[in-house]
């Protein structure tokens, strides 16, 4: 095994990985700072994907406070108040950081403002973007700074463990695989920032890059961190259906179609949304989504078995020059965008669930600080379109700050708990100890299991079956191998390994998705089709007990508003005047 050391191992090089990387070269420029990630640096992760843009109150007659009460009510009133509150006062400063500092350009108005589109469940135009490419832009601009800056890098380097120090009182390393050479490297690390990502690919239909596959928050779940929110995973209602041969279908087309004028219409043609919602198209996510999921069960569907998207009534050449990025994909998959209709599918998106976190970043491991969609509390039952880059860069920021003074008062290095590493090895290596069997076929069941019984629509009987058709999945996948050819860019390997990821943290989604009694957000109960009592409004929190799981619910603090409340003096939006 290759050791190495360092004084902060940073997980992960999407939005949160590379600004904490460059907040902590910044606060002490002296830090040995290494990121480690399962791609290339720049190449991978979601913060890339980014398409829509970036959530901030600039514009003349918005606000921090609109922002502030968009958030929390699209979160259903389970957000944390005070991350929340972080999120829109520290995306103005993060926004121009990015400007003036990282290097990026984003789209202006002919006065030279900053463009602002609409994005759905927002009551101003707020989203930044650069065309509908905006994750390049921002990942291109700050790979270049961490480039510069000397920072090391571990590319294609997975980790796999935190390992706690020997007295397990601290975080003292992680265990990684180069996955390259298939070696083991211990990272001998002060302080570890997690930043993979979440990424909820366990479904059927899903968007998130191929690199992602919650292997951060498994990790935290054995390492005995608490994950909230875990039953809200977020569908977006435009995920591109192209059949089930190419790597397309599931793929996003962006939020900004519908916040333009795009519209939904039925395998007949007809349009439905306005029977769901008075927003129509325009409502939030978890709305469109489930409006689209019931059009799907009714049987009114599309010859791949969705629905169609329509901005012919825009005119063709408006819609190419507004989204030139989303008419040039449906292009490649034999659709026009542009005058033509789109086939489309509600496709899992992103996991408002995560590592319980503070305002600092900080964590219940001391030395572990977590940012991005690693972690749960900002957007609580539901996240608006924008805030999660938003939630990214400026967390990833407040987290290479903090982890950089926290590193300032502190020289020791722990030992690593040498028996733990050893177990994470082994359990690394078990599938070469087993015959090779089908990771495919399991692949596909959990997809489905996910899909049907734990997604847009549940019920408890679903989610029971379900909880039964993961802890087989589970078995079988520990009795299938994979072929003994060596640890060299196995990728195999890392398929099991994924897999055992994805249905570790499918577990938290079923286990707190059946706790959960009510409807709010993106979580649906058939069974209890109401929102529980706002005032009284409680989240999950899930943690390991060894192979079982434990759930408790947390009452949300309203530290800024009550439900019924609103910071907007004088004004009610309409979902606050609802709640009242
Ligand atoms: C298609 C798409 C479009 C989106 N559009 C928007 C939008 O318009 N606006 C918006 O606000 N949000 C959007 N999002 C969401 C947004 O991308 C995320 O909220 C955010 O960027 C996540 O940032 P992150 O740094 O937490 O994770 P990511 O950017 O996903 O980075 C995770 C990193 O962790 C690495 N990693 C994963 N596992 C490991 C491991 N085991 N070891 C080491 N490294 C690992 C990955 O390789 C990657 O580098 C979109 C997401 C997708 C998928």
């Known amino acids: 095994m290759r050791e190495i050391d360092t004084d902060l191992l940073i997980l992960g ?34 913060t890339r994907m980014v398409q829509g843009g970036y959530n901030v109150a600039l514009g003349a007659g918005d606000s921090v406070e609109r922002h502030f009460m968009d958030t929390i009510e699209g979160g259903a009133w389970l957000p944390d108040q005070e991350l929340a509150w972080q999120l829109v006062t520290g995306a103005i400063e993060r926004v121009r950081e990015l400007e003036n500092e990282i290097g990026c350009f984003f789209d202006r108005n002919a006065d030279g403002t900053l463009h602002q589109k609409a994005f759905a469940g927002q009551s101003f135009d707020r989203t930044v973007h650069k065309g509908d490419l905006t994750g390049i832009e921002i990942v291109n601009r700050l790979a270049e700074q961490v480039w510069t800056r000397g920072i090391r890098r571990l590319e294609e380097h997975r980790a796999l463990e935190l390992v706690r120090s020997r007295d397990g009182s601290r975080i003292a390393a992680v265990l990684l695989v180069d996955m390259r050479t298939g070696e083991f490297v211990l990272a001998q ?81 007809a349009r439905f949304m306005q029977r769901y919602d008075a927003r129509a198209e325009r409502a939030t996510r978890d709305i469109v989504s489930r409006a689209m999921f019931t059009e799907m069960r009714n049987g009114r569907t599309t010859p791949h078995g969705g629905l169609y998207l329509s901005l012919a009534h825009l005119g063709p050449e408006n819609v190419r020059r507004q989204f030139k990025g989303m008419v040039e994909r449906c292009a490649d998959c034999g659709f026009d965008l542009a005058g033509g209709r789109v086939e489309v599918v509600p496709t899992a998106h992103y996991m408002m669930g995560g590592v319980e976190f503070d305002r600092q970043c900080t964590t219940a491991i001391e030395g572990v600080f977590a940012a991005g969609e690693d972690t749960g509390g900002v957007h609580g039952a539901n996240r608006l379109g924008g805030n999660g880059v938003a939630n990214s860069t400026v967390f990833g920021g407040i987290a290479g700050d903090a982890a950089a003074r926290w590193l300032a008062g502190r020289d020791e290095r722990l030992v690593p708990d040498r028996a733990a590493i050893e177990r994470a090895q082994a359990a690394a290596l078990a599938p070469f100890g087993h015959p090779p069997g089908d990771l495919e076929a399991l692949r596909e069941e959990l997809h489905a299991t996910m899909w049907n019984d734990v997604g847009i629509i549940r019920d408890g009987a679903g989610l029971r079956r379900a909880q039964g058709a993961l802890a087989s999945l589970h078995r079988r996948l520990h009795r299938t191998g994979v072929a003994d050819r060596g640890r060299e860019f196995n990728l195999t390997w890392h398929d099991w390994l994924n897999l055992d990821s994805l249905l570790t943290v499918s577990r938290t989604i079923a286990h707190a998705a059946v706790a959960r009694e009510d409807s709010r957000g993106a979580h649906f109960r058939a069974d209890f089709p109401r929102p529980s009592e706002l005032s009284t409004s409680a989240f999950t929190r899930v943690r390991a007990s060894g192979e079982a799981l434990d759930l408790e619910f947390v009452p949300v603090r309203f530290t800024r508003v009550r439900p019924g409340e609103s910071l907007l003096t004088g004004t009610q939006t309409a979902a606050t005047a609802a709640a009242a």
């Not at 460059?22 to 992760?45: E, N, Q, R, Y």
């Open 13 to 46: 090089a999407g939005g949160a990985g590379l600004f904490a990387a460059l907040h902590a070269h910044a606060v002490d420029p002296k830090l040995d700072i290494t990121i480690a990630v399962k791609g290339l640096l720049g190449k991978c992760g979601c």
């Open 189 to 269: 690390a002060r302080a570890v920032m997690l930043a993979t990502g979440g990424g909820p690919t366990m479904y059927k239909y899903h968007t998130p890059s191929g690199d992602k596959s919650c292997d951060g928050l498994g990790m935290a779940l054995r390492a005995g961190l608490p994950l909230r929110d875990m039953e809200m995973v977020q569908f977006h209602p435009t995920g591109l259906l192209a059949g089930p041969h190419t790597r397309m279908t599931g793929t996003v087309l962006e939020e900004g179609l519908r916040g333009a004028g795009g519209e939904l219409l039925d395998g007949t043609g």
